[in-house]
Every structure is written in structure tokens, then in C-alpha cells.
């Protein structure tokens, strides 16, 4: 149990377009989801936490014009990558926390989608 | 605030040695600790979690951690390694308050080496 989905698990984009990452909890409902970007070599960086319903709540030094966040159900959250340019180019990994008292208290991680930006 | 320290980034050993992974955390406030690990290229998967009761914490792949508060350690231990735990591991903490946010160490590249 406890599975988290990521799509695209790559993607290769223009400078100056567009690009949408899913992220799922498949056999949960989550009220709360997580973004993360992860550079080579390096831990993971909060970029915001996101509520169904809700706004967004970004961490500080994260552009929320520029990374777009969507939590329309308890079991999809979307960032959107706005006017993609390279230094942008990064690993993305998403995490889910569930609602019940079995799995409130730890956040299930996606796969990642490795994103570059030409 | 939390903070979390992995001293060790690196950790070479050789298979079916014993090994731990060394995770210290400050904070001001009562936390639950976690260790994740990552394969190349792969998001991260849960090993192991402390919330409350016993210290010691046994987790998958045959892992297991020990809570210790006056140290405020939580280091991973595993008795023999394979080849196959070749990967990067992540200490991570939250608080008990609510705020949900995970505080994450730097990281541990393990090599397990024939």
C-alpha cells in the first residue's frame, strides 16, 4: 500500500514553453502533497506543500508564479513548470500524506521526473 | 527549527560487513525520525520510521535504527550488506506539531563493493 505515481519519469522540453508533472496516490487519498527538486549529488529541497482544495503554501525563494501547483483531489496534485529555461533542469519528486491514523504521519515519495530544459 | 546531520557522506564497505549510517538532529521540540533511500535515478522509499514506543526500529530490507534522545542520534545499522544496498540514504526528521514538513540530512552514498 502507500504508492505514489509520477508522469512523465522524463521529459525534454524547449526553453520558454510549458511542462505539467502528475502526481498520484494510487491506493490512498492524500490530504496533503509535496514538491520537491533534487540537485545531482545533493539532498532534497522543499519547494511547497499543497492541500486538496487548497492554495499552495511555497517554501521561501520559490517563484509560485513560475512553479505552478494544482491539488484538485485527494488523489492528484499537478506542478506546472512555467516558462521553462535551463536552470530549471532538475530532478522533481512529489510525496503524499495520507488521512487516516495508518499513514498520517509519513509522507510516501513518487519516482521523480528528471526534467531538462534545452 | 529542525536540522539534520549525516556525517558521513561517503561509505565504502566491503559485502557482508556490517555497516551504520550515522544521522544526528536538533530541534526544540519532540520529532519523528525517518530514514529513505534512493536508487539511481528513483524517488525515495521508506526504510524505516520512529514515532513513539520502543527505540529500536526495524525496518525493510534488514535495516533497523536506534533512537537515541540524549544523543539525539538515530543511526541505521544493517549486520551484512549486499551489493544491492548500493545507494544513497537520507536522515529525515519532522516535528510533532502538525507542520508536516520533513527536514532531510545531505545524504550517505553507501558502496557496497564485492
Known amino acids: 500500500g502507500a504508492v505514489v505515481s509520477q508522469h512523465p519519469s522524463w521529459v525534454i522540453c524547449k526553453s520558454g514553453t510549458s511542462v505539467k508533472i502528475e502526481c498520484r496516490s494510487l491506493d490512498f487519498q492524500a490530504t496533503t502533497m509535496f514538491w520537491y527538486r533534487q540537485f545531482p549529488k545533493q539532498s532534497l529541497m522543499l519547494m511547497a506543500t499543497s492541500n486538496e482544495g487548497s492554495k499552495a503554501t511555497y517554501e521561501q525563494g520559490v517563484e509560485k508564479d513560475k512553479f505552478l501547483i494544482n491539488h484538485a483531489s485527494l488523489t492528484l496534485s499537478t506542478l506546472t513548470v512555467t516558462s521553462a529555461h535551463p536552470e530549471d533542469s532538475s530532478f522533481y519528486i512529489c510525496?503524499?500524506?495520507?488521512?487516516?491514523?495508518?499513514?498520517?504521519?509519513?509522507?510516501?515519495f513518487g519516482p521523480g521526473t528528471r526534467l531538462t530544459v534545452l | 527549527a529542525q536540522s539534520v546531520t549525516q556525517l558521513d557522506s561517503q561509505v565504502p564497505v566491503f559485502e557482508e560487513a556490517p555497516v551504520e549510517l550515522r544521522c544526528n538532529y536538533s530541534s526544540s521540540v519532540s520529532v519523528y525520525l525517518f530514514w529513505y533511500v534512493q536508487y539511481p535515478n528513483q524517488g525515495l522509499q521508506l526504510l524505516l520510521k520512529?514515532?513513539?514506543?520502543?527505540?529500536l526500529v526495524k525496518g525493510i530490507n534488514g535495516f533497523e535504527a536506534e533512537f537515541n534522545k540524549s544523543q539525539t542520534s538515530f543511526h541505521l545499522r544493517k549486520p551484512s550488506v549486499h551489493i544491492s544496498d548500493t545507494a544513497e540514504y537520507f536522515c529525515?526528521?519532522?516535528?510533532?506539531?502538525?507542520?508536516?514538513?520533513?527536514?532531510f540530512g545531505k545524504g550517505t552514498k553507501l558502496t557496497v563493493n564485492p
Open positions: 520512529y514515532l513513539s514506543g520502543s527505540t
Open positions: 510525496s503524499a500524506r495520507g488521512r487516516t491514523t495508518k499513514n498520517a504521519d509519513t509522507q510516501y
Open positions: 529525515a526528521v519532522s516535528d510533532m506539531s502538525g507542520s508536516e514538513k520533513l527536514v
